[in-house]
């Protein structure tokens, strides 16, 4: 079982994340996709040939596919899922950087795979693309300074859009919290508990 943590860049995920998991009692994942040649290769073919950006994204979610599998056993709490992988694949399509055609083919693959491996629920950690920019900004990470307010902007209008749906089309219980300003871990906890306790109770 794993619950999924998504939301833009920015936003502050990665900090909320192992406080989360300690207040649910489960194992924090934190997103390292940095640590495998395999999404490096990619990333490195896509940085000199901006035309290589489906095959990226497709090794990127090859990637989570396998985490997912492999947290369907025991208790999880994971820094995004292959929903994340949909929705900056979207925006790279609008953005021109691969054909709409290649974007479907790619949106029918990953939500067979989330069909497949699907998380328990889904915390979506909405925030202003403002925000979510000065909060990006002020941490001063060398590999997101080429992000401009208008990719943020992007980035937040296809979460919104785009998560909602497609956990409705998978049936996976969604929640969205507002996080233009940070919310104590315990509360998100409390949602998160609740929300499992109605699920269940309609099961």
């Known amino acids: 079982m794993y619950i999924s943590l998504e939301a833009s860049i920015g936003v502050g995920k990665s900090t909320l994340l192992p406080m989360l998991a300690e207040e649910l009692g489960i194992t924090a994942v934190e997103e390292d996709l940095t640590s495998g040649s395999e999404f490096l290769e990619a990333l490195d073919k896509f940085n000199k040939d901006k035309s290589k950006a489906l095959n990226l994204q497709v090794t990127l979610n090859k990637i989570r596919n396998r985490l997912a599998k492999s947290h369907l056993v025991g208790e999880y709490l994971t820094e995004r899922s292959m929903l994340s ?119």
Not at 97 to 107: E, G, H, Q
Not at 157 to 162: G, I, R, V
Not at 174 to 189: E, T
């Open 85 to 203: 992988d949909i929705v900056f694949t979207k925006v790279m399509a609008d953005s021109g950087f691969m054909p709409k055609s290649d974007y479907r083919l790619f949106y029918s693959m990953a939500m067979e795979n989330l069909r497949n491996n699907p998380p328990e629920t889904v915390v979506f950690l909405a925030c202003d693309a403002q925000v979510a920019y000065d909060r990006m900004m002020s941490r001063g990470r060398s590999e997101e300074s080429n992000n401009d307010l208008q990719y943020m902007i992007d980035l937040e209008e296809a979460h919104e859009d785009m998560l909602v749906e497609m956990c409705s089309d998978l049936d996976i219980p969604f929640i969205r919290l507002d996080y233009n300003s940070f919310v104590d871990p315990k509360i998100v906890a409390n949602s998160i508990n609740r929300m499992q306790f109605l699920t269940a109770m309609g099961e």
